[in-house]
């Protein structure tokens, strides 16, 4: 019986693509949470970290309501697009962006506060821009810690089930993940399917545990 | 020429009394001394010039350009303030090399200078700081005396019109800094950077002040040479911040205007000291005599005219003196010699020379 290696490739290239944009998207947040003092900064931090506690169903029906094909954010993408976002696998990199940005802002804030604050004084006072000392100072010495957090921010891309199921459904060979094939083989009896695909997850797992151990630093900076 | 008011309030916290800094100062070429305890203020002034920390009121001014103005809510950014900053702790960039930490400054540099000027700028600064061997080192590869030569080069390749350094001294030790107060001196006399510098040590205005301003608590309480500060402090407050004097309560039992003399009366003794003007008799005050301005001697019979006899209690040894304490909270320095051959004598007799006595 072969198996069917779709779900792991569609997988790997859902949380790739949602790791490359939630680091982008992830980076600017936590730069703006960790240097900038303007209203709402608390309402940001609380939003960000909501998408943590809430049951992934929740917002697995959150984003359903925000890019359906009613919603003028789904007209808006069917307009450029010519398809619905909704049941695509596009939906499915939504719906890891939104699971593992969180912790990407977490982290990346956490590592760019961790910098010593004396470094980028003296980049100022040498007259350094913002912008100039955010790329040559604060993200440099911040390198190690974010690059940590985005190889987790892909483990945990790769593992989402509830929202992926809510917004990009279940169909086999265009929207079907990893987790959710899993599920889907439990549910048709196929224990061996099962097996195999748990083992394969684990070890990839695993082997992003590794990897991200060995990029953090040993100090809290360089 | 920097001119500075400035008023800032950090409120009490859990851990910690509430502090107003409230300064006002100016100082010219040279070098300028800002000297305290910890606590005084003396950082939170540095940084508010450079920009760190906005105060709430006040004015500053560097060669007639407002850097912050709280009236007409200017405040310029770091970046346009041109004042070096010597940080502490160097804060040299841990993942460039001494070379491309100078090169970062000069192309951060508001003056905009092409590429090729900035590599020269970067050479010339090497080779004045004697960095161009290890200018391919990141600073964790390199000895503290050239991390210190490199931040300081740092802050000037960029031409600031002030320098300010926090402590540059601290936790240096002996040979480091005389090559540190060589650096600073070359700054002074071939860059002709103005200076402020912030210390908590005495030795360190000598070295390099032509200007001391004292702080405390977030408060000037006396600005001058620093040998004049030294020798006339200008309140008992000063006298105990530069910890080097004799402070005992004393009652002044007469004055005399014509003869231009005093009495003092220190517990059962009398001393005859200057005239005191402004002062009334009957006024208790402070004596305040340095160690080395008392003169020490085994007892030989009675205490003559401003003698004092006291029993030694213990002694301390420094480079070139002993240092004796005596009953009553007196200090008296002594050479080494003549305390050896008295070093068993538990009885003494201190001589309080006329001319030095103050009182505040």
């Known amino acids: 019986m072969g198996i069917d290696w779709f779900p792991l490739w569609l997988s790997l290239r859902v949380a790739g693509l949602a790791t490359l944009v939630a680091l982008i998207l992830g980076l600017w947040l936590a730069y703006l949470l960790a240097n900038r003092e303007f209203r709402g900064k608390e309402a940001l931090d609380a939003a960000v970290t909501l998408p943590l506690v809430l049951p992934p169903t929740v917002l697995g029906f959150y984003l359903l309501v925000l890019l359906g094909r009613q919603s003028p954010l789904g007209k808006l993408y069917e307009g450029i697009f010519g398809a619905p976002l909704v049941f695509t696998w596009q939906a499915a990199v939504v719906a890891a962006l939104i699971h593992s940005t969180p912790l990407l802002v977490k982290s990346s804030r956490a590592a760019l506060e961790s910098v010593d604050r004396s470094y980028e004084r003296a980049a100022r006072n040498l007259g350094a821009s913002e912008w100039r000392v955010f790329w040559r100072v604060s993200l440099p010495l911040a390198r190690r810690s974010i690059l940590a957090a985005a190889v987790l921010a892909f483990a945990r891309s790769l593992g989402d089930f509830g929202i992926t199921i809510m917004v990009a459904g279940n169909i086999p060979g265009r929207t079907q993940t990893m987790a959710v094939a899993i599920y889907d083989a439990v549910e048709a009896g196929n224990g061996a399917l099962a097996r195999t695909l748990v083992l394969v997850i684990s070890a990839t797992a695993l082997a992003i545990l590794f990897l991200a151990n060995r990029l953090a630093p040993k100090q809290a900076s360089g | ?360």
């Not at chain 2, 350094?165 to 040979?175: C, F, H, S, Y």
């Not at chain 2, 530069?242 to 003869?259: C, F, K, M, Q, S």
């Open chain 2, 1 to 360: 020429m920097i001119q500075a008011r400035i008023r800032k309030r950090y409120p009490p916290g859990p851990e910690s009394a509430g502090f107003t800094l409230d300064v006002e100062f100016n100082a010219a070429g040279g070098v300028t001394v800002l000297f305290g305890p910890s606590g005084s203020g003396k950082t939170m002034t540095l940084e508010a010039i450079a920009g760190f920390v906005p105060p709430e009121e006040g004015r500053i001014l560097l060669d007639d350009e407002i850097l912050f103005d709280a009236a007409s809510g200017v405040n310029l950014p770091p970046q346009a303030r041109h004042c070096g900053y010597v940080f502490q702790n160097y804060a040299l960039f841990p993942h460039m090399t001494l070379r491309q930490n100078l090169a970062f400054a000069a192309a951060s540099s508001r003056k905009r200078w092409p590429r090729l000027e900035r590599h020269r700028r970067v050479n010339e600064m090497l080779e004045r700081f004697h960095l161009t061997e290890v200018s391919g080192r990141r600073p964790h590869e390199v000895s503290g005396g050239q991390k210190q030569r490199c931040s300081i080069a740092r802050a000037l390749i960029v031409e600031p019109k002030l320098l300010l350094l926090d402590e540059p001294a601290r936790g240096l030790d002996v040979p480091l800094r005389a090559e540190l107060y060589e650096v600073l001196r070359q700054v002074r006399d071939e860059f002709r950077t103005p200076i402020l510098l912030v210390t908590h040590d005495l030795e360190e205005c000598f070295e390099l002040g032509q200007e001391m301003i004292v702080l405390n608590q977030g408060r000037i309480v006396q600005r001058g040479a620093p040998r004049g500060v030294y020798d006339q402090p200008a309140s008992v407050e000063v006298a105990r911040l530069l910890g080097t004097y004799n402070l005992l309560p004393v009652e002044i039992t007469a004055l005399d205007p014509v003869r231009k003399t005093s009495r003092l009366r220190v517990g059962v003794h009398e001393l005859h000291g200057p005239y005191f003007p402004g002062r009334l008799r009957g006024d208790r005050v402070t004596l305040c005599v340095r160690p080395e301005e008392l003169v020490a001697s085994p007892a030989d019979g009675k205490p003559g005219p401003n003698q004092l006899a006291a029993e030694l209690l213990r002694y301390a040894e420094r480079p070139q003196t002993i240092r004796l304490e005596f009953r009553g909270d007196i200090f008296a320095e002594v050479p080494r010699a003549a305390f050896d051959r008295n070093r068993h004598v538990k009885d003494w007799i201190i001589e309080f020379p006329s001319q030095a006595l103050r009182v505040f």
